[in-house]
């Protein structure tokens, strides 16, 4: 059956990526970014049951209005996807304060402003879905330039455990999840505040159709979480954790 899907930072990556595979099946789309044409663009590609509002997720009104022009288009809401986010590239002692503030407004706030804007739908309906887009980078330190980024991203994976956690006794139909990709081969570096090109660590890097396949997939069986590449999912539960300190050491001398 057919759902109504809103997706956040959806005019390019991930987000551009998912919405196509999602109009390829049917479902019915509204789409969210900042640049109007870029989005505008992807709006049309995805055809005649697609819809677009230009939003800045930073901004808690025009996430509101987000919210309410879909209900308004299509009635409800089955799926909010929290996608959009950006990077930095600047270690944990060069960073300024402004630039905490930029990275915890656009991947932590815009993310909670997300929740808080569709939960009351959700309740009122006794369900609905949220897919946060997490980092590999939240929970390891394989790149500490993106430093503030991961940090947010780790804030971001708390918040989203505690609203799943607060939501589940007396709604269990409203799923809270977090899909956490690696490293994918989006522009997101180039746009990543500062940024001097890709990292130059990547490996195992993923499309952005490998990581839409994934959201899909948790579209279609939610969970808590789902990690979108293997390779990053054994070190980030099991390796770092069992040994910091080894772990560390051996990232060092990569």
């Known amino acids: 059956m057919s759902k109504v899907i809103v997706i956040t930072g959806a005019s390019a990556g991930i987000g551009k990526t998912v919405a196509k595979k999602l109009a390829a099946r049917g479902d019915y789309l509204m789409l969210a970014a900042r640049r109007y044409q870029e989005l505008r663009q992807v709006t049309r590609e995805c055809g005649r049951d697609s819809f677009s509002l230009t939003t800045d997720m930073t901004r808690k009104q025009d996430v509101e209005r987000l919210r309410e022009e879909a209900i308004r288009t299509f009635d409800h809401v089955d799926v909010w996807i929290n996608n959009a986010g950006r990077g930095i590239t600047k270690s944990v002692m060069e960073l300024t304060e402004k630039d905490v503030d930029e990275m915890m407004?656009?991947?932590?706030?815009?993310?909670?402003?997300?929740?808080?804007?569709?939960?009351?739908?959700?309740?009122?309906?006794?369900?609905?879905h949220i897919i946060n887009v997490s980092s590999g980078l939240a929970r390891l330190p394989m790149a500490t330039s993106r430093s503030a980024y991961s940090a947010a991203?780790?804030?971001?994976?708390?918040?989203?455990?505690?609203?799943?956690?607060?939501?589940?006794?007396?709604?269990?139909?409203?799923?809270?999840?977090?899909?956490?990709?690696?490293?994918?081969?989006?522009?997101?570096?180039?746009?990543?505040?500062?940024?001097?090109?890709?990292?130059?660590?990547?490996?195992?890097?993923?499309?952005?159709?490998?990581?839409?396949?994934?959201?899909?997939?948790?579209?279609?069986?939610?969970?808590?979480?789902?990690?979108?590449?293997?390779?990053?999912?054994?070190?980030?539960?099991?390796?770092?954790?069992?040994?910091?300190?080894?772990?560390?050491t051996k990232l060092l001398k990569n």
């Open 105 to 128: 407004t656009a991947n932590l706030k815009s993310v909670l402003f997300g929740m808080q804007a569709i939960v009351p739908h959700f309740v009122e309906r006794k369900q609905g």
């Open 153 to 248: 991203k780790s804030a971001m994976n708390t918040l989203t455990a505690n609203l799943r956690m607060d939501l589940h006794r007396e709604f269990p139909d409203i799923h809270v999840s977090l899909v956490i990709p690696g490293p994918v081969d989006t522009e997101f570096a180039e746009n990543a505040l500062y940024s001097t090109g890709p990292l130059g660590i990547a490996q195992n890097v993923q499309t952005a159709e490998e990581v839409a396949d994934t959201i899909i997939e948790m579209i279609d069986h939610p969970c808590a979480e789902m990690y979108t590449n293997p390779t990053i999912q054994k070190p980030a539960l099991m390796d770092y954790l069992n040994d910091i300190d080894g772990f560390e």
